[in-house]
């Protein structure tokens, strides 16, 4: 934890957009689906190397989050006591809250289909849920810049692989065309 996870409050009503994560990024990969397989691909295949290095990560490093004591008889205190149920404090580091949200807002960002509505509401929300994770004391900042870092590492992994490839396969052309 640092000062800033300290100084961070506890916000009960930010249990909202960090219950409806996984539906926001479904959502988000039909609308990827809809508009653009290729986002729509390389979001699948984002998400899956991210998730991996999150377990295998989780598997050596384990890592946990102090959680404040829930008082309270209202739909939100509800919703925090099953968060917290459900969402063990372990296995914090990177999030994959914070990963898979913010593949999700750096895909449109680069997509053909980008608009100022589409990347406004996706930012957005995206970033709602990001900071989710820190009012609700679920993961710290060490966290959510884990998660951003993952996703820009796998990007450029996929990027380098890419050139590779058409390089190995420019080379493979040349040599059947002039025979060398």
């Known amino acids: 934890m640092t000062p800033f996870d300290t100084a961070t409050p506890f916000i009960k009503y930010f249990a909202l957009p960090y219950a409806v994560w996984i539906f926001y ?19 699948l295949a984002t998400y899956t190397v991210c998730i991996l290095i ?12 102090l959680r404040p004591e829930l008082t309270g008889n209202d ?3 509800w919703l925090m006591k ?41 930012t957005a929300f995206s970033l709602l849920i990001i900071l989710s994770t820190l009012f609700i004391k679920q993961h710290v900042v ?3 810049f884990a998660g951003i870092l993952l996703v820009e590492f796998v990007l450029a992994a ?20 002039y025979g060398t």
Not at 59 to 64: D, E, G, L, P
Not at 106 to 117: G, P, T
Not at 159 to 171: A, G, S
């Open 82 to 122: 099953f968060i917290y149920n459900r969402d063990e404090p372990y296995n914090c580091f990177p999030s994959i809250h914070c990963f898979s949200s913010y593949m999700v807002m750096r895909l449109v960002w680069s997509s053909s289909f980008r608009n100022k509505w589409n990347v406004s509401l996706i």
């Open 25 to 43: 990024i479904y959502a988000c990969l039909v609308y990827f689906f809809m508009k653009d397989l290729n986002t729509y691909y390389k979001g």
């Open 54 to 65: 999150c377990y295998a990560i989780y598997t050596v490093f384990q890592t946990t989050v």
């Open 158 to 177: 996929k990027l380098f692989i890419e050139v590779q490839v058409k390089k190995h396969r420019h080379n493979q052309e040349q040599k059947r065309t």
């Open 142 to 144: 060490m966290d959510v």
């Open 75 to 77: 739909p939100f205190t």
